[in-house]
């Protein structure tokens, strides 16, 4: 049996890798499951049991989203999403609808792999677009821009 401790110990990236992955294969049998299992059901029948499946696919989102939050900032979790996506969606096509796999997706792959270099490894980018940006690295409203270019996600209560 797994412990608490154990679990807590693991870093933040994998529970959020692994909620997230959960959380596309529910996504993806919601928008597109019912293509095959229920082809022949009025559009209403579908419509209600995707959107059933969905309320779990957003049970798995928020905690992902929420851990996620404390190590990366949106436009990171945003990209990991979205590396993940044709990860699940790719066997799911090929083996639930039967399509034929095509090189469309590996230049897919490539191009996503690209963007995780890029939003997790962008010093230079963030640099760049921080000289851009009014205030020569301030970001608009007046927070401070990470690495990667993004407005710091930290939370600041402002005085009323």
């Known amino acids: 049996m797994v412990s608490m401790n154990s679990v807590q110990s693991l870093p933040v990236s994998l529970p ?3 909620l997230l992955v959960g959380r596309n294969i529910f996504m993806t049998f919601a928008w597109q499951g019912h293509l095959k299992n229920l082809a022949t059901s009025p ?10 499946i969905a309320l779990f696919e957003s049970l798995l989102l928020v905690p992902a989203n929420r851990m ?3 190590q990366f900032n949106v436009g990171q979790l945003k990209i990991l999403q979205e590396v993940i996506t044709p990860s699940v969606f790719v066997p799911f096509a090929v083996f639930s609808l039967d399509q ?3 090189w469309d997706c590996l230049w897919v792959g ?17 640099a760049l677009r921080a000289a851009l940006v009014r205030g020569g690295g301030r970001a608009r409203g007046g927070g401070r821009l990470n690495s990667a270019g993004f407005q710091s996600h930290k939370l ?5």
Do not use: N
């Not at 559009?43 to 059933?52: F, H, I, K, S």
């Not at 490539?110 to 963030?126: D, K, N, P, Q």
């Not at 600041?156 to 009323?160: E, G, H, M, Q, W």
């Open 100 to 102: 034929p796999l095509q």
């Open 68 to 70: 996620g939050y404390t």
């Open 156 to 160: 600041v209560t402002r005085p009323s």
């Open 110 to 126: 490539l191009c996503r792999v690209g963007a995780v270099y890029f939003i997790f490894h962008s010093g230079w980018l963030g």
């Open 43 to 52: 559009w209403y029948v579908a419509a209600l049991a995707r959107w059933g």
């Open 16 to 18: 959020t890798i692994v």
